[in-house]
């Protein structure tokens, strides 16, 4: 199993999963604090309410934690059940306080990837904008606008992305795959990390030579 965590290393998902719970260290604590008190306290609860009904299985308190663990989850092995009337209501009342608990961890979990996923997106398109010739005098603030403007296009392979003569209304960045700028009489092809259609963008003229996808290609628009 360690020989395996090596690869974890290579993984953006697993390194994203690290980040996220750096993060979000201080509310996965408090939600992590909330599931042990809620636990300690539902099984506190239940020995002094299930001890005299069932002392064999409720016979003390670090056992009664085993169930108050398997309630809490919503497991239920059923090994040890709550005869009394009040027992009953300790256990459901722990039983919404786990679905409270993970939905709150879940909910953390969720917009803490998103976070993540927004400010790794938005780092890569700051670096894809700044690369760029004619941005490279402008100001932070510009660079930060041009690069919340950027939308993603997903690109099949032999698709048209400019024609000559169209109008140059936005430019592009090239995040993975590669595209054909058809040049007589010898054609350029471009690859991650590069740009083209800023010439014709700036004064709004026409593109001068059209644009393919020779394979499955990721835009910046």
Known sequence: ILWLARFAHYSKGIDMLFAVFARE???????????FSVLLIGAVLEFLVE??????????VAKTIWWAITTLTTTGYGDMVPTTPLGRMVAGGLMISGLIVFGLLAGILATGFAAEMKRRDFLRNWDLVAQVPMFHDVGPGTIADLAAL?????????TVVARRGAA?????????????????????????????????LVPGAARNAPVVTPATTRLLV
Request: proline share 8%; charged share 20%; hydrophobic share 45%.
């Open 25 to 35: 260290s201080q509310a996965i604590a408090a939600v992590i604090f909330m599931f």
């Open 168 to 200: 140059g209304d936005c430019m592009f960045f090239i995040v993975s795959g590669e595209v054909e700028i058809q040049l007589e009489p010898n054609p350029i092809r471009l690859g991650g990390g590069h740009f083209f259609g800023e010439m014709a």
């Open 51 to 60: 001890h005299d009904a069932q002392p064999d299985h409720f016979s003390s």
């Open 150 to 158: 950027l939308r993603p296009r997903e690109l099949p392979s032999r």
